[in-house]
């Protein structure tokens, strides 16, 4: 596999259920980020993860929680949403930090969640 | 909060020259311009970049102006794949929180 690939790719859950979104990148990366998009809304940033350290939550509530094991890998565990919460997730990943260059991000397809 | 402004949508016919205006009038000094390109139900997917003058690809041109107030994407000849959202972001690259996606411009391609 290569570049960041996402798991389950779409997911329907009820306002009670635990799941989790997973992310992987195959770039060696040392940053990702996790990404909220609704339907004709801009991309929201969630989480920003650096060397496995998280350094942005913008905000979110938590009963969105990201986990990151490793710099390869990327969780978001979901709790108790609501039906706003729908939408189309989006992990990324970047060489960030001073050798990052342009520092792209690399985006996976995401994961479509419908919360009934 | 998102530093840049651009049209929310446009319309092109094939074979013409796109250019999408980014309006940064707060840029700072070590902030660079980026664009990335979405289709729908996908991740952006990056284009280019550029701190300064003009940078060209394969894909697109960017041209920044001395002041760096603005910045022009130009797509040569688009083609009705090219129909996208477009989305123009300044912020540190050194930094993996300060580049922030804005509402982007909707490029739609007409035959």
């Known amino acids: 596999e290569t570049g960041v690939t996402q798991t389950p790719r779409h997911l329907v859950m009820g306002m009670t259920n635990k799941k989790s979104l997973k992310c992987e990148q195959h770039?060696?990366?040392?940053?990702m980020y996790w990404y909220k998009q609704s339907a004709k809304k801009p991309l929201e940033l969630m989480f920003v993860?650096?060397?496995?350290?998280?350094?942005e939550n913008n905000s979110v509530p938590s009963r969105f929680s990201p986990e990151c094991p490793n710099s390869s890998h990327l969780f978001l565990h979901l709790h108790t949403l609501q039906p706003e919460d729908s939408a189309l997730y989006l992990c990324?990943?970047?060489?960030?930090?001073?050798?990052?260059?342009?520092?792209?991000?690399?985006f996976g397809p995401g994961t479509r969640l419908t919360v009934l | 909060l998102a530093k840049t402004t651009q049209p929310i949508s446009m319309d092109s016919y094939e074979g013409q020259e796109v250019n999408i205006t980014c309006s940064h009038n707060?840029?700072?000094?070590?902030?660079?311009i980026t664009w990335y390109q979405q289709f729908p139900s996908q991740g952006p997917r990056f284009i280019i970049q550029?701190?300064?003058t003009k940078v060209t690809n394969e894909v697109a041109s960017l041209f920044i102006p001395a002041d760096r107030k603005s910045s022009t994407l130009s797509l040569p000849r688009v083609s009705l794949s090219d129909t996208a959202v477009y989305y123009c972001?300044?912020?540190?690259?050194?930094?993996?929180?300060?580049?922030?996606f804005g509402a982007g411009t909707r490029l739609t391609v007409k035959p």
């Open positions: 990324a990943s970047s060489q960030g930090g001073l050798q990052a260059g342009n520092n792209e991000q690399f």
């Open positions: 993860y650096s060397l496995e350290e998280r350094v």
């Open positions: 550029g701190y300064k």
């Open positions: 972001l300044v912020g540190d690259r050194r930094d993996n929180n300060d580049m922030r």
């Open positions: 770039l060696g990366h040392n940053a």
């Open positions: 707060n840029i700072a000094t070590n902030d660079y």
